[in-house]
């Protein structure tokens, strides 16, 4: 009998497969015929994380950022312009559908998919006959998320790590492999108009730009990375400039959201509904547009549709929110207020959700201690009058009641462990489990709970430094001891603890979360692995089992579910889940290496040999499915392809994770030779 190989931290997923049902949304469709627009090409830019006061057209004089300052002179720039959320996938949504997140329900990132009943504005350029193309720096925004809907090229391929170092994939890749790829596509387009977005995540944390924007701005690196992807843009907009000519091209620039920079006692984005992390850049250049327009007036991201919709000629779908900003352009009034949400707090952290009214002189934000700012005499937001103008506090309370209605329920979508181990790393916990959460306002305000934010940013985040893992986990668990239901502090203090080697101290800690009402899938699968490491394989499979209940998408713990079937003997468990995970997704090369060792246990050498194949060519960097298809071959007496299976696999491996294997190969092609 061959030698199979198994995956070390094989964990076990099962359930009724009748549980995993997953729910198929259906679109409602309010799709019409319209005119043709003008054929314009349209480039959309949008910048992660950028706050409008750090560009030189925003009067920020410490940083060059030569090339959005000169389209901000050769068209228009706004002032005063907000996203209704500070967090990437939500705001992204409101500048394709022209509608609030309670509106297209993207209300997160990570756990919402964009199923907009409207076109997005890719549906309607695409069904206008151009051609359309994306390319995103960020797995926030993969088209598993539907941001993909209307463009015929969507490139969300994220760089892969060297073998040995990690599995899948980063979460983020630079402007300049972004940008190479799209003036690679406008390269290859023949003249007929198109659409282009265009997607730069760099001036997120964390802040690390390139040589030599990180020593020109040392001290500084968050504006090293505005200005890094100022200097990729200004290719692209050459790019563009070569390919189509200047006054048959509209080119809009938005910042999603921006970032805190410890303002409020918030260093990055997402918790509160400060003009920090809500104010964005938004410049447009184009037929129609006047040059060195500067518009003073509150704009929102979702008036970007009917803005470009108008400059094409032609007329906003019904049910958009957004409202056209030509007006702006003669100097008339348009929307004066925009309604504002983040949902983070809650989803992320078990604190309450903020909803909110923005107008040009006044935020009010409905929050368990509610607040108002004079938007115009304390522009820092450092004074809340919420006791000093009962009148416009009732007046905006209605407002934002008409905006968002009584207690709203809203229900997450489940991603899997690889999607969450990259939202993870850029501090999104979202999507690990279905869950409902009531938004009521009620809750701990996120302003009570500033220490636990500066201990989470200290002991997390790569931006605060390095400290050694054991100074982490006495900073979280200071936090802990004041939050004990939050549960990022139990993700990233479990992480801790395992990379400390410290199981017991892990298998604690998420006792006292399910104690504590935590109930997410990540947490049962983890304590899973920790069953599994003391050998009791009867626990593990019914944490495994938990975990697949709360999250029957993810195939990665489903994986592990029938691994751990394999592992106790339970052979037709096993070959249901493995089967359940390649429904899900048949291009999920672990689950072919599953299925093979199934087959391996059924004494079916060629079926196996058949799965082991499947998973090799799927995935080539899968060292597992490579060195069981090199036994299978040896087994059979195939000699010249097992030696290339065995080589491969040592080409690849990593001494750490596979030493005593390694060993075992190298003596099994020795007695080969």
């Given at each position: 009998?061959?030698?199979?190989?198994?995956?070390?931290?094989?964990?076990?997923?099962?359930?009724?497969?009748?549980?995993?049902?997953?729910?198929?949304?259906?679109?409602?469709?309010?799709?019409?015929?319209?005119?043709?627009?003008?054929?314009?090409?349209?480039?959309?830019?949008?910048?992660?994380?950028?706050?409008?006061?750090?560009?030189?057209?925003?009067?920020?004089?410490?940083?060059?950022?030569?090339?959005?300052?000169?389209?901000?002179?050769?068209?228009?720039?706004?002032?005063?312009?907000?996203?209704?959320?500070?967090?990437?996938?939500?705001?992204?949504?409101?500048?394709?559908?022209?509608?609030?997140?309670?509106?297209?329900?993207?209300?997160?990132?990570?756990?919402?998919?964009?199923?907009?009943?409207?076109?997005?504005?890719?549906?309607?350029?695409?069904?206008?006959?151009?051609?359309?193309?994306?390319?995103?720096?960020?797995?926030?925004?993969?088209?598993?998320?539907?941001?993909?809907?209307?463009?015929?090229?969507?490139?969300?391929?994220?760089?892969?790590?060297?073998?040995?170092?990690?599995?899948?994939?980063?979460?983020?890749?630079?402007?300049?492999?972004?940008?190479?790829?799209?003036?690679?596509?406008?390269?290859?387009?023949?003249?007929?108009?198109?659409?282009?977005?265009?997607?730069?995540?760099?001036?997120?944390?964390?802040?690390?730009?390139?040589?030599?924007?990180?020593?020109?701005?040392?001290?500084?690196?968050?504006?090293?990375?505005?200005?890094?992807?100022?200097?990729?843009?200004?290719?692209?907009?050459?790019?563009?400039?070569?390919?189509?000519?200047?006054?048959?091209t509209l080119i809009a620039v938005l910042s999603d959201h921006g970032e805190s920079l410890a303002e409020h006692g918030e260093y990055t984005h997402g918790v509160f509904l400060y003009d920090s992390t809500l104010r964005i850049a938004f410049l447009l250049r184009g037929p129609g547009v006047p040059a060195g327009l500067r518009v003073e007036a509150q704009v929102r991201t979702i008036d970007l549709l009917p803005t470009l919709l108008e400059l094409m000629g032609g007329k906003v779908p019904g049910g958009v929110q957004g409202t056209s900003l030509v007006p702006t352009f003669t100097g008339k009034p348009v929307a004066s207020w925009s309604y504002l949400e983040t949902l983070y707090p809650k989803i992320n952290l078990g604190w309450a959700e903020l909803r909110g009214i923005r107008t040009n002189l006044w935020k009010y934000i409905q929050v368990p201690k509610p607040e108002l700012y004079d938007l115009v005499k304390d522009p820092g937001e450092t004074t809340n009058v919420i006791g000093d103008h009962a009148a416009e506090v009732q007046r905006l309370k209605a407002n934002l009641m008409a905006a968002a209605g009584a207690v709203e329920k809203v229900q997450t979508t489940m991603v899997d462990q690889r999607t969450m181990a990259q939202l993870k790393s850029l501090g999104y916990l979202g999507g690990s489990s279905g869950r409902e959460y009531a938004l009521t306002g009620e809750g701990i305000d996120p302003k009570d709970r500033l220490d636990v934010l500066k201990l989470l940013y200290r002991a997390v985040s790569p931006d605060a430094g390095t400290p050694p893992s054991s100074q982490r986990i006495s900073i979280l668990r200071r936090a802990l001891a004041q939050d004990p239901a939050n549960p990022s502090i139990y993700y990233h203090l479990g992480d801790l603890y395992r990379g400390a080697a410290l199981p017991g101290e892990a298998m604690k800690l998420y006792q006292q979360a399910i104690r504590n009402g935590l109930g997410n899938a990540w947490l049962f699968s983890r304590l899973g692995y920790l069953y599994l490491q003391q050998g009791n394989k009867d626990e593990a499979v019914a944490s495994f089992e938990r975990a697949a209940q709360l999250n029957p998408s993810d195939t990665e713990s489903l994986n592990d579910l029938a691994m751990a079937y394999l592992e106790t003997g339970q052979l037709r468990d096993a070959e249901r889940v493995f089967k359940w995970s390649l429904s899900t997704d048949d291009k999920y090369a672990l689950a072919y290496n599953g299925m093979g060792l199934v087959f391996i246990q059924k004494q079916d050498m060629g079926e196996a040999r058949g799965y082991f194949e499947k998973a090799v060519q799927l995935d080539p960097d899968l060292l597992e499915a490579q060195l069981n298809l090199g036994r299978i071959y040896k087994t059979m007496g195939a000699t010249t392809r097992a030696r290339a299976c065995f080589e491969g696999f040592l080409a690849k491996a990593s001494p750490a994770e596979y030493g005593p294997v390694i060993s075992k190969v190298k003596a099994e092609l020795a007695d080969m030779r």
């Open positions: 009998m061959c030698h199979i190989f198994r995956r070390k931290h094989a964990a076990l997923l099962v359930l009724t497969l009748a549980s995993c049902q997953s729910s198929n949304h259906q679109t409602v469709s309010t799709r019409q015929d319209v005119p043709p627009l003008r054929p314009l090409n349209l480039l959309l830019v949008t910048i992660d994380t950028l706050r409008a006061d750090r560009l030189g057209c925003y009067g920020y004089s410490k940083i060059e950022t030569p090339n959005l300052d000169e389209l901000a002179k050769e068209g228009a720039l706004f002032e005063n312009a907000v996203t209704p959320t500070p967090l990437t996938a939500p705001s992204h949504a409101s500048i394709f559908t022209g509608l609030y997140p309670n509106a297209h329900k993207v209300r997160d990132t990570g756990g919402f998919i964009l199923h907009s009943p409207h076109q997005t504005l890719a549906e309607i350029l695409q069904h206008q006959g151009r051609d359309t193309a994306a390319f995103v720096g960020s797995s926030v925004l993969k088209k598993q998320f539907g941001f993909n809907a209307g463009f015929a090229v969507y490139d969300d391929e994220m760089p892969k790590p060297d073998p040995g170092k990690m599995a899948g994939e980063y979460a983020e890749r630079r402007a300049g492999a972004v940008v190479d790829r799209a003036i690679s596509w406008l390269g290859s387009q023949s003249g007929k108009p198109f659409f282009l977005w265009v997607h730069v995540f760099d001036p997120h944390s964390p802040y690390y730009p390139p040589a030599p924007f990180r020593e020109k701005y040392r001290g500084r690196l968050y504006d090293g990375e505005v200005a890094y992807t100022d200097q990729q843009l200004g290719r692209l907009f050459t790019a563009v400039a070569a390919k189509a000519p200047v006054g048959n």
